[in-house]
């Protein structure tokens, strides 16, 4: 079984940073790409960022471009989003996403639970 943990969301004041992170874990073979979405109220969940496994290559959402950094650790099947410069309008709840395989099964997508991110003074 595997399963995806975030962890450090909060509240922060705008203008102020976060450090989210995602750990996999279970009975993972290996991990190609993996993501950040966020969902705000009332509003469907978006790609916030995205990781490659093999060269590391990275992709952002316009809007988080500049202020966010994702990054990985493949040793540990971690992935960080390191949030600068926060908004009011990144407010949302953060999911992580991973394809992946295990012992078991071929690539297929997993999520996390969720993390809360609100941005307000």
């Known amino acids: 079984q595997v399963q995806l943990v975030e962890s450090g969301g909060g509240l922060v004041q705008p203008g102020g940073s976060l450090r989210l992170s995602c750990a996999a874990s279970?009975?993972?073979?290996?991990?190609?790409?993996m993501n950040w979405y966020r969902q705000a109220p009332g509003k469907e969940r978006e790609l916030v960022a995205g990781i490659t496994s093999g060269d590391g290559s990275t992709n952002y959402a316009d809007s988080v471009k500049g202020r966010f950094t994702i990054s990985r650790d493949n040793a540990k099947n971690t992935v960080y989003l390191q949030m600068n410069s926060l908004k009011p309008e990144d407010t949302a709840v953060y999911y992580c996403?991973?394809?992946?395989?295990?012992?078991?099964?071929?690539?297929?997508?997993?999520w996390g639970k969720g993390t809360l991110v609100t941005v307000s003074s």
């Open positions: 279970g009975s993972i073979f290996s991990i190609n790409a």
């Open positions: 996403n991973a394809e992946l395989r295990t012992v078991s099964t071929w690539y297929r997508g997993y």
